[in-house]
C-alpha cells in the first residue's frame, strides 16, 4: 500500500477497468502541470470547478478535489502500462508537496 494514496479497483471487464484512488494530500493548482504529461483537463483548477476531467484515447480520469478522490478508467485496447505510469506519476506530485512546518529561522 501507497502511503500517499490508496487505491481500489471498482470494475474490471472486457472493455474497461475503473481504478478509485484515495488521496491523502487534497489536489493543489499545481495539479495541473502534473497532468499536462496526459492531456489538458476540460476544466481549469481554481475557477470554482471542484471536479476535474481529462480524457485521451488510453483512459478517462475524473475527480472530486474536495473528497481527495480520482478515478481512472482504462479503455478497451489502452496502452498496457497506463495504471502503473499513472500511479508513479501520482506518487511523484503527492511525495513533491514541500513540508514548510520544519523550517527554522536564524
Known amino acids: 500500500m501507497n502511503s500517499l494514496f490508496q487505491v481500489d479497483l471498482s470494475k474490471n471487464c472486457i472493455d474497461e477497468q475503473v481504478w478509485i484512488y484515495y488521496l ?3 489536489i493543489t493548482k499545481d495539479f495541473e502541470d502534473f497532468v499536462k504529461r496526459f492531456g ?3 476544466y481549469p483548477l481554481g475557477e470554482g ?3 476535474i ?3 485521451t484515447k488510453d483512459f478517462l480520469l475524473t ?3 474536495g473528497m ?6 482504462i479503455k478497451q ?3 498496457s502500462h497506463i495504471q502503473e505510469a499513472f500511479e508513479k506519476e501520482l506518487a511523484s506530485y503527492l511525495g ?11
Open 49 to 51: 470547478f471542484s471536479f
Open 63 to 65: 475527480g472530486n478535489i
Open 24 to 26: 491523502t494530500k487534497p
Open 96 to 106: 513533491k508537496t514541500p513540508d514548510h512546518r520544519h523550517q527554522t529561522t536564524d
Open 68 to 73: 481527495c478522490e480520482l478515478k481512472l478508467t
Open 53 to 55: 476531467r481529462l480524457e
Open 40 to 42: 489538458a483537463l476540460k
Open 77 to 79: 485496447n489502452a496502452d
